[in-house]
């Protein structure tokens, strides 16, 4: 079996030099997990800022699942997407962080469609994660968010297990799922509960 793991900027990198420089065949598993933050508030909301994130959280997802696709396909293989909260619930303070999140779920939700009308066996498991225990994402909205980080080791035993069931959609912390359903449903008790998570005073001033 074989698996292609992704994490940190050095995706980024290896995106651009795939094509002359790594062979992926007989690959089983792609794990998309790796991410550019900026910190919340004010300052993280530029035209620069955006660009980078897209980039980092979306542009490079795309090649690299486009790289990888027909070796996934011989293989009947996975694609498994490590996303965000914030690319299924929309929050304060997060724009540039949020829509790149977010076009992760429009891409990779059309290609599960074009796939299964192809009839091509290659399972795509979207993980929609909250904040980890991670230092760098923690630091990054330190002060502005009320939440409480997820360890890390149970987030990755959760993509994991989802990955290997072949599951559509991971959520965890599991009461996220609940959450992304009131986006939806009930859309002023989730703008209540969203509130409640976010000390505005500290982001607006970043």
Not at 3 to 29: C, H, K
Not at 63 to 76: E, I, R
Not at 93 to 99: G, I, Q
Request: proline share 6%; charged share 15%.
């Amino acid at each position: 079996m074989k698996v292609l793991l992704f994490t940190g900027l050095g995706a980024l990198f290896f995106s651009y030099y795939w094509d002359d420089n790594f062979d992926p065949g007989g690959l089983d598993y792609l794990v998309l997990n790796h991410l550019g933050a900026t910190p919340a508030g004010s300052r993280s909301r530029s035209v620069q800022a955006t660009r980078w994130l897209m980039q980092v959280n979306f542009l490079s997802y795309v090649q690299l699942t486009s790289l990888a696709l027909p070796s996934l396909t011989d293989s009947k293989g996975s694609l498994v997407v490590v996303s965000s909260l914030l690319g299924q619930v929309p929050t304060s303070f997060s724009r540039p962080y949020s829509a790149a999140k977010f076009a992760l779920d429009g891409f990779f939700g059309s290609l599960r469609r074009e796939l299964d009308v192809q009839d091509v066996n290659v399972a795509i498991t979207m993980c929609v994660l909250g904040l980890r225990d991670r230092a760098s994402p923690a630091e990054g909205v330190r002060g502005v968010t009320r939440a409480k980080a997820a360890p890390g080791p149970k987030a990755a035993l959760a993509v994991i297990r989802g990955g290997a069931t072949r599951a559509p959609g991971v959520f965890y912390p599991w009461r996220f799922h609940l959450l992304c359903l009131l986006r939806g449903w009930l859309p002023h008790p989730r703008a209540w509960f969203i509130r409640q998570e976010l000390n505005v005073t500290a982001a607006a001033a970043a």
